[in-house]
């Protein structure tokens, strides 16, 4: 009894020993617990590897979408157009109104920002994605880099290129008033223009409402260079429309009053013809608040695909049309100038030196919107668009001075064919490094080649821009100040000129 007790004592100190049991199975835990520890650290780093690619590839994924926002410019930025088209004309083709329009320009927030965007050309060849009207997408396409040129075919409509033509036509396109031919030179028959009486009254219903009121008329008898309203022709439709008890005329109350068959120099054909022979070869539209709806729309338009801001486009020139006639041209120029000490821009000089002795056209960028096709010649040629360098000596080249596009217009370096409908866009200046207007572009040389056959109508619209911004800023400043002044001291409306605002200022 006492041997087998002893026994069991001795088995269970056997079984409960550390000697004899810890060697076989303590190693082997040990190890395998060094190799989860390693093993976690190995994961961790990978982790770590694996998370910062993809971390840079998110941000990859980021700045690449940036980069095509702002390079194709988001769509309530571009957006040119934010009204819906009211009126149809006669082809059934839609003219979209603008979007109502400010009664106060807004210039303070701009003045401290001195920013001016700037497209980016990438390559010569690439194409972006621009949209500018409702519903529709235009491509703008790189024609080259020096100077940074695009073309955005479709810019225009054909009713709108035809509305801007006939607007040209009635505010007057001439070289010199001459009431008659001189002596033994031909009386030509080739009118001017060439518009019905149902056509005239829609150009002058500026807001489209089937209404002529007193302001719609008087906003055409400014013109000082235009012919079609007479004082005699003006008097007689303001006395019918006094007459009216609404104060407003209709189509058929404006057929009664503006009788053209009556007019001197006018055939009884029902259109309207011009008793001057010699046209000029421009003439200059406003687009700013009371102008036709069409004209307000290129100019947001413009707002859009410049992406600048929109108290720049404003406060520019008026619409330039030009009408080209067979062996009509322009030899090559800058639209802009260098910007010297003793030289002002012409749209600032009230708020600047006035003891500067040369004002210069500051034209930041131009857009150019061909009206009609010609049927041959009449392309834009830039002579020395992307040379590696740029030399005065290299434009005469076996004797011929390549800025004689009448002679060399075959021998530039990029040549536009004009197409109804297409507009360029070209910067006249270099950046300065700090987002404002820097130095010439001499790259943007360009002129018009003679055109052979046709007609060829082309609109230019500049952004005005002085390279000083805090003169641009002042300005701008001064301009606010004096339309606010006017507007409250005026009872009625009446469309405020380009020209108007330097002289009152």
Not at 346 to 373: D, I, K, M, Q
């Amino acid at each position: 009894m006492e041997e087998t007790e002893e026994n069991v004592m001795e088995e269970d100190e056997s079984i409960f020993s550390d000697k004899p049991l810890s060697s076989p199975f303590t190693s082997p835990f040990r190890s395998t617990r060094l190799h989860i520890q390693r093993s976690n650290v190995c994961s961790r780093a990978y982790f770590v590897v694996v998370m910062v690619f993809f971390h840079v590839y998110i941000l990859n994924v980021i700045a690449l979408l940036l980069y095509v926002h702002y390079n194709n410019g988001p769509g309530d930025l571009v957006s040119g157009d934010g009204a819906t088209p009211a009126s149809v004309s006669e082809s059934g083709s839609p003219l979209p109104h603008p979007a109502p329009a400010p009664t106060e320009l807004h210039v303070e927030d701009y003045s401290q920002s001195y920013s001016l965007p700037r497209i980016e050309g990438i390559r010569v060849g690439h194409v972006q994605q621009v949209s500018l009207v409702p519903d529709r997408t235009h491509e703008m396409r790189t024609l080259s880099l020096k100077p940074l040129l695009f073309e955005i075919p479709g810019f225009l409509s054909e009713e709108e290129c035809r509305v801007v033509v006939q607007l040209a036509q009635l505010k007057g396109l001439m070289e010199s008033q001459t009431p008659a031919p001189s002596q033994g030179q031909e009386e030509s028959n080739q009118p001017l223009l060439s518009l019905s009486t149902e056509e005239v009254f829609s150009l002058l219903d500026l807001n489209q409402d089937g209404l002529l009121q007193k302001q719609e008329i008087v906003s055409h008898s400014r013109s000082r260079d235009g012919t079609w309203l007479s004082p005699d022709n003006l008097r007689q439709i303001l006395t019918g429309l006094e007459d009216r008890p609404s104060g407003m005329l209709t189509l058929e109350d404006f057929r009664r009053v503006y009788d053209v068959s009556q007019r001197p120099g006018q055939q009884r054909s029902g259109k309207l013809w011009s008793q001057f022979k010699q046209r000029s070869k421009h003439t200059w539209l406003y687009q700013g608040l009371g102008s036709h709806h069409v004209l307000q729309t290129l100019r947001n338009r413009v707002t859009g695909l410049t992406r600048l801001p929109s108290a720049l486009v404003d406060l520019s020139e008026p619409l330039q049309v030009i009408r080209y006639e067979h062996g009509d041209f322009s030899n090559a120029h800058h639209d802009s100038s260098p910007s010297h000490t003793e030289t002002t821009c012409a749209h600032t000089r009230l708020a600047g030196n006035t003891s500067a002795l040369t004002e210069v056209f500051c034209r930041y960028l131009t857009v150019s919107f061909y009206l009609s096709s010609a049927e041959e010649g009449g392309e834009t040629t830039f002579p020395v668009a992307d040379n590696r360098t740029y030399e005065e000596q290299a434009l005469v080249q076996d004797g011929v001075d390549l800025t004689e596009t009448q002679e060399t217009c075959s021998r530039g370096n990029l040549r536009i064919k004009p197409t109804a409908g297409t507009a360029l866009l070209w910067y006249n200046h270099l950046s300065d490094g700090r987002g404002w207007m820097g130095e010439l572009d001499e790259y943007s040389l360009h002129g018009d080649c003679p055109v052979r056959r046709g007609v060829k109508w082309v609109a230019n619209s500049w952004v005005n821009v002085d390279p000083d911004h805090q003169m641009q800023a002042r300005y701008q400043r001064l301009v606010a100040q004096r339309h606010r002044a006017k507007s409250a001291m005026e009872e009625h409306y009446q469309p405020l000129s380009h020209s108007d605002l330097h002289q009152d200022l």
